[in-house]
């Protein structure tokens, strides 16, 4: 897998590499160091993509406000929560594996499942795990105060599994664990129905919030220090503000970009059907905007596009990324594939390759196509044999590391702004992102500059990385 880009949320992607590790807590409308401590303490593993790592900010909030405290190892935990993913059935493994685990640490720990896979497997982990005493899917998030309490009062068997809901996850406090980039969520849930995928499933239906509850956490972001900020939905550019003020996505970001102290603004992850001129137009006209879009293609040929009900073709795909083409910034711009998809011939991924050098892109998580329970492609014949699928992922990986490499040769000599978020003591080099969100590796005189904004000419390029040197 390229990885570039650290920002998959359609389908699986990493954690973000490089950040420092320090964890900052963001105050809301409540100072939770008022909130007498309850004597107990938690434990969140996160699996899965960014929005799912948000989800957990957002529960060690309502956890801290009831008086827990957080700790970093699972041994001194007496509440362990997984948040989970199953968008691939790796990830959904691994979760019964360390459920499996924790299997004689009850009852000195309460076990809770949240998330996708909660959702997914429902009450059915109950009796697979019966160590467990909690399992809530993400669409049942704002009943989790509620849900605790019966928890904290000895009950076994609490779930929260509803998925008709319009409400949205709402915190008075997020624990932010990224020192250098926040992150708010704007939409939840989905109303596509691609046919390979879990998510409308497991996280509901598509609820936006309110711009004002956007933007006044926006600003509370920005007077704690925070200069950038990730907007994230499954389909984040599908966002309708719900309250009178009825702003677009675009009304949002404009707004979101003018905050004061908000310097940097992303978004993903955006679904080409919703992705429409006038956000080129805004990120080409507001600095503030990042110059990047991670766009997910799946596939390049139309045919298994409406196979997987994507709702595009190639050439309608092709057309969105001629404008960024187009546009007077130049744009980053990554996305998502899968090959393998049933039915997909020898021709279909030879189209998948090609869209590839017609985009031009700078990062591509690419996954092997694999079946997942309550999705229609499960039914779908002519499924592509495993050693296939490895061929083809092999093939489109080294394809797409040509391009970047190409790509990023190109940009030696140029000189970019990089916020600053880790720092590599062995190299003696700092690292960063730019505003098109690439990794930038570079030396420095100075001694400390994590969260600074700097200048950085390139001297050296890889698929992965550009590299060079603080302009002092
Ligand atoms: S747009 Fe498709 S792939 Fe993305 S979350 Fe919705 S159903 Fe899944």
Redo the contacts with the bound molecule.
């Keep these: 897998m390229s990885k570039t880009f650290d920002i998959g949320i ?1 389908t699986l992607a990493g954690k973000p590499q490089a950040a420092p590790q320090a964890s900052s807590e963001e105050a809301g409308a409540r100072d939770v160091s008022t909130i007498p401590p309850n004597g107990k303490s938690f434990y969140i593993e996160t699996f899965g993509c960014q929005m799912n790592a948000h989800d957990s900010e957002k529960v060690a909030g309502v956890l801290l406000e009831r008086g827990y405290r957080a700790v970093d190892s699972l041994m001194h935990a007496d509440l362990v929560l997984y948040n989970t993913c199953s968008i691939r059935e790796k990830a959904a493994q691994k979760v019964f594996s360390r459920l499996g685990e924790m299997r004689y640490a009850a009852p000195r720990k309460v076990i809770g499942v949240l998330g996708c896979l909660a959702q997914q497997e429902g009450e059915e982990i109950f009796e697979r795990a019966p160590w467990v005493s909690l399992v809530c899917g993400s669409a049942s998030y704002r009943r989790l105060p509620e849900l605790m309490a019966q928890v904290e009062e000895g009950g076994r068997r609490v779930s929260g599994l509803d998925l008709d809901t319009e409400e949205t996850f709402e915190t008075e406090f997020t624990r932010r664990d990224n020192p250098i980039r926040a992150y708010i969520t704007i939409i939840e849930g ?1 109303d ?3 046919s390979y ?1 879990v ?2 499933h497991t996280r509901g239906p598509e609820r936006s919030r309110a711009s004002d509850a956007v933007l006044g956490e926006a600003r509370r972001l920005a007077d704690h220090g925070y200069s950038e900020i990730q907007l994230l939905g ?2 984040v550019n599908s966002y309708r503000d719900p309250s009178p003020r009825g702003l677009d996505f675009v009304g949002l970001l404009r707004e979101v970009a003018a905050v004061e102290g908000i310097r940097r603004v992303r978004f993903t ?1 955006s ?1 080409p059907n919703d992705f429409h001129r006038a956000i080129v137009e805004a990120i080409d006209e507001i600095p503030a905007l990042c110059d990047h879009v991670h766009l997910p293609v799946q596939s390049g040929s139309t045919p298994i596009l409406r196979a997987m009900r994507r709702t595009y073709t190639r050439d309608e795909y092709l057309e969105k990324i001629s404008w960024i083409h187009a546009a007077r910034r130049a744009f980053s711009i990554t996305s998502d594939v899968i090959v393998g998809f049933p039915g997909e011939t020898e021709q279909d991924f030879e189209e998948t390759l090609t869209l590839l050098d017609a985009v031009g892109y700078d990062g591509v998580f690419s996954f092997k196509y694999s079946p997942r329970p309550n999705t229609a492609a499960t039914a779908m014949p002519d499924a592509v044999l495993e050693e296939e699928k490895s061929r083809r992922l092999a093939i489109l990986m080294e394809r797409q590391r040509q391009i970047q490499i190409a790509r990023n040769e190109k940009l030696v000599g140029a000189t970019f702004e990089v916020l600053v978020d880790g720092r590599h003591e062995s190299r003696d080099q700092w690292s960063g992102r730019t505003s098109g969100n690439r990794l930038v590796n570079f030396t420095s005189p100075r001694q400390s500059l994590l969260g600074e904004y700097v200048q950085v000419r390139i001297t050296r390029a890889s698929a992965n990385s550009i590299a060079g040197e603080q302009v002092i």
Excluded: D
């Design positions: 359609e989905c596509y129905a691609c995928c998510v409308p499954q389909t992850t679904h």
